[in-house]
């Protein structure tokens, strides 16, 4: 009975219960307003002040404790590894950090909670995909003004090409500091066996035309394996369109909403995707690789993990972007030595857009009373190769093992530490892991040669005014385009005609319509 | 008036101890079920961490709109209600029999031992329970479609044929919380006054009469008071049972989007509180208006088994 009346509450009483929960947090989080500003002020008179005195080191006399806010799990050796992270930052600033840990199941809840009760935090983990320009735009981040940053992050001033800081910019203002990775890819490729390929005498793969003759071929002939397993089922579209539609074409990508522009269209012109001829082409490419048996049939509903199933030699490929296969291609080769990997790209010869720098960054809280010896903290963790290497690895010996001064390779322990976003200080200090197949490292080399910057490459749809439509359209797309696309729905024409009338009921043109109005202000500016 | 108030005050000294034992649930309730009440406003607001609660900008009828406005609106209420329905019905008739029988057939260690079984997967996890249907139903790997090989037939494709779903959910529901029923009726039938039993034999009743004139009647009651109180809920469906069994399979949706899936998928990237705030109210206006009418109906018919 108890159980019965307690699942009564339900969705309703759960939301409310949640919201009384956080009322607390919302008294002070008028507070939090009406102090970011402030702090702002006093932080850049501070700054204003020192550099009248002329450029001198920041005053490092008192001892601070910087705490800092990251995400992902707790490492296992955080005491360790952070003694001695400590220990030196205390000879060189005279501070000490501790880290809070916000695990990936549920940070993207407490992330916005942090600043709302305006906790007591001076550094904090943000990315272009972890609410910076949310958490930017309402006031959450201390801005980095030249002066600030010449002075208190000397190095990373130096050394951070202007295109990074140009692309952490918002409403021209700067609100992190950006990783500093020479080339960080976000296009995807294929992993396949190319054992396999070998034994049935196929070409190389390097078109979906190749990759469907090799995908059909491990159909027909090796009961078992599932020739391509899919990179998430909570999806709504198929895994691949992104290197076969988007990729292939020279488009944008806008994740989760179905419009795109031509990353060489000076107009940018928003248009459908799915409308396109290039699309019915792919339906047709992905209809004849379901009824050839290309995935499983029940790839919609799977349950295992891709990775997992690949590596225990479940499945004959899978699709990712080229750091995450590299890892997954080194594992697997030390698991089964016999047998022969390649990486393919489907599309070698479209450009290639390397991650913007907001991938990863940090940021100081705008309320927090340390900036300045945040950001010297945050200096030294990029470009100081003692400090670096720790954040980065961890201890010497125990969680790597240093090999000359540019490579490395994990330990068992390695794990123990590299749990947590800490990819925001790569550098041009970055040690290579030598385990990291060769395979990557080249296509990672080629990447780089055809890597092509465009206007539109930082901006960010803000979709507050169109949430309802998104939501919508989103929903259109999980019931009818996946299916779709996965070929599970006889008809292709009347299966597309459905979509498209979907995603018109579902409010379709307003979000394109909304999101040509922001491509033109952002362009015109 | 004050012979009123004296009687109240009278009562209030005579009953204390009862009163006394009745506070900490009255208490439980005020402070997890009527205090947060007030946070339906939220429903009515564009939530923002600046504002809170009840200094969020009102927006009036917008969060409700995403939810009209899918045109899904009605089928997955639909889909919803007609679940409960299955469940409410199979829920109570099956654990009924299952308790009478029992009741009627075991010798204490049989009694126990098939209690025990059937209240087993009342414990098992909707995510298990996922898994375990995936095993079975999938395509290519799963039991059945080896079995159906095996004797020679083609295979079905389970996963990607709606029309099977509904029968599907109905019987995994049924397996699940069979025990747990069974349990509840058991106790019922184990109150029931032994005299009736023994009046009823000296007049001579077989065991299905004494079934049906002693057994019955005297579990309507517990019947009702279960029925009112799954009622209420009947715009609730079973998130983790609906999610975990079909997750993401659009193909599926037409027969199993219930409204907590639906609103769990739309808004799971938006973050608007007010959205999810506006469904549950949705939900819970609608289950208090039903549970109003049932009660109405149980009271027409028999006053002292309603509810309230």
């Given at each position: 009975m108890i159980k019965r009346s307690k699942r009564q509450l339900g969705l309703a009483v759960t939301s409310m219960l949640a919201a009384t929960m956080v009322l607390s947090a919302c008294g002070q989080a008028n507070k939090a307003a009406d102090n970011s500003p402030a702090a702002n002020n006093t932080a850049a008179s501070n700054s204003t002040n020192t550099g009248e005195k002329g450029n001198?080191?920041?005053?490092?006399s008192t001892e601070v404790k910087l705490k800092m806010v990251l995400l992902g799990a707790k490492p296992a050796d955080y005491d360790q590894v952070f003694a001695e992270i400590n220990k030196n930052l205390k000879e060189k600033i005279n501070a000490t950090v501790e880290a809070e840990f916000l695990a990936w199941s549920d940070w993207s809840q407490k992330y916005p909670l942090k600043f709302a009760a305006n906790e007591d935090f001076d550094i904090i983990y943000t990315s272009n995909w972890a609410q910076y320009t949310d958490q930017a735009t309402k006031g959450g981040f201390l801005e980095l003004t030249d002066d600030l940053l010449s002075q208190y992050a000397p190095q990373t001033w130096a050394a951070m090409p202007k295109v990074k800081w140009d692309q952490a910019r918002i409403n021209d203002k700067i609100y992190m500091i950006p990783s500093n990775k020479a080339n960080e890819f976000t296009d995807k490729l294929v992993l396949i066996r190319d054992d396999l390929r070998e034994k049935y005498g196929l070409e190389p793969v390097n078109s979906p035309e190749t990759y469907a003759a090799y995908l059909k071929a491990v159909a027909k002939n090796?009961?078992?394996?599932?020739?391509y397993g899919l990179e998430s089922a909570e999806t709504n579209n198929h895994n691949l369109d992104k290197q076969l539609l988007v990729q292939k074409n020279n488009w944008k990508e806008f994740a989760g909403i179905p419009f795109t522009v031509k990353t060489d269209d000076a107009k940018a012109q928003v248009f459908n995707m799915y409308e396109t001829p290039e699309f019915d082409q792919l339906l047709t490419y992905y209809k004849d690789l379901a009824d050839n048996g290309g995935w499983s049939r029940n790839a919609l509903t799977s349950k295992s993990s891709t990775t997992d199933d690949f590596k225990a030699g479940k499945l004959a490929s899978m699709s990712h972007n080229v750091t995450a296969l590299g890892g997954v291609m080194a594992d697997a080769l030390k698991a089964h030595p016999d047998w022969k990997l390649a990486l393919a790209d489907l599309s070698p010869d479209s450009k290639k857009s390397a991650a913007i720098s907001t991938q990863n960054g940090m940021a100081i809280h705008a309320?927090?009373?340390k900036a300045e010896r945040a950001l010297m903290a945050l200096d030294l963790f990029q470009n100081d190769k003692q400090l670096h290497d720790l954040v980065m690895y961890g201890i010497a010996g125990t969680n790597y093992t240093p090999e000359g001064d540019d490579k490395f390779s994990k330990t068992d322990k390695f794990a123990n530490y590299n749990s947590f976003s800490n990819w925001s200080w790569t550098s041009t200090l970055d040690r290579v892991d030598?385990?990291?197949p060769q395979a990557a490292q080249e296509i990672e080399k080629q990447w780089a040669g055809k890597v092509f910057n465009y206007e539109l490459e930082s901006f960010v749809f803000d979709k507050t005014k169109v949430v309802n439509e998104v939501a919508n359209v989103g929903n259109v797309m999980t019931r009818y385009l996946a299916p779709l696309e996965y070929g599970l729905i006889k008809d292709l024409d009347k299966g597309k005609a459905d979509l498209i009338k979907q995603m018109k009921a579902a409010g379709s043109d307003k979000i394109q319509a909304e999101l040509q109005s922001q491509i033109d202000a952002f362009l015109a500016k | 008036m004050s012979e009123r108030r004296h009687r109240f005050w009278h009562d209030v000294v005579k009953y204390r101890t009862l009163l006394l034992m009745l506070a900490p649930a009255v208490l439980l309730f005020f402070l997890f079920s009527y205090i947060p009440m007030s946070g339906i406003v939220i429903a009515f607001k564009r939530f923002d961490y600046v504002g809170g609660v009840f200094g969020s900008p009102w927006v009036g009828l917008d969060n409700f709109k995403f939810f009209f406005e899918s045109g899904d609106a009605w089928r997955v209420t639909r889909n919803t209600v007609l679940y409960n329905l299955g469940f409410i019905i199979l829920g109570n008739l099956l654990p009924m029999i299952t308790a009478i029988l029992l009741f009627e057939v075991g010798g204490k260690w049989f009694r126990k031992l098939t209690q025990s079984m059937l209240f087993l997967p009342y414990f098992i996890s909707w995510v298990v329970v996922g898994s375990i249907a995936y095993n079975f139903f999938s395509y290519e790997v799963g039991t059945i479609n080896g079995l159906l090989t095996w004797i020679g037939m083609d295979p079905i494709d389970i996963y990607n044929t709606p029309a099977y779903w509904p029968v599907i959910l109905l019987v995994v529901n049924t397996w699940k919380t069979l025990g747990y029923g069974t349990v509840m009726y058991l106790a019922a039938i184990t109150s029931i006054d032994k005299e009736m039993y023994e009046a009823a034999e000296m007049d001579g009743a077989n065991v299905f009469q004494r079934i049906l004139h002693v057994t019955v009647p005297n579990l309507y009651p517990t019947l009702i008071i279960l029925v009112l109180l799954a009622i209420g809920n009947i715009?609730?469906?079973?998130f983790g049972m609906f999610y975990n069994m079909i997750g993401n399979n659009g193909l599926l949706f037409s027969s199993t989007d219930v409204i907590d899936t639906f609103v769990f998928r739309l808004l799971i990237g938006s973050n608007e509180i007010g959205m999810s705030a506006a469904a549950g109210v949705y939900q819970s206006v609608l289950g208090f208006v039903t549970i109003l009418l049932a009660n109405y109906a149980v009271r027409k018919y028999d006053k002292e088994r309603a509810l309230f």
């Open positions: 001198t080191a920041a005053d490092t090796e009961k078992g394996i599932t020739p309320t927090s009373k030598t385990n990291y | 715009f609730q469906g079973d």
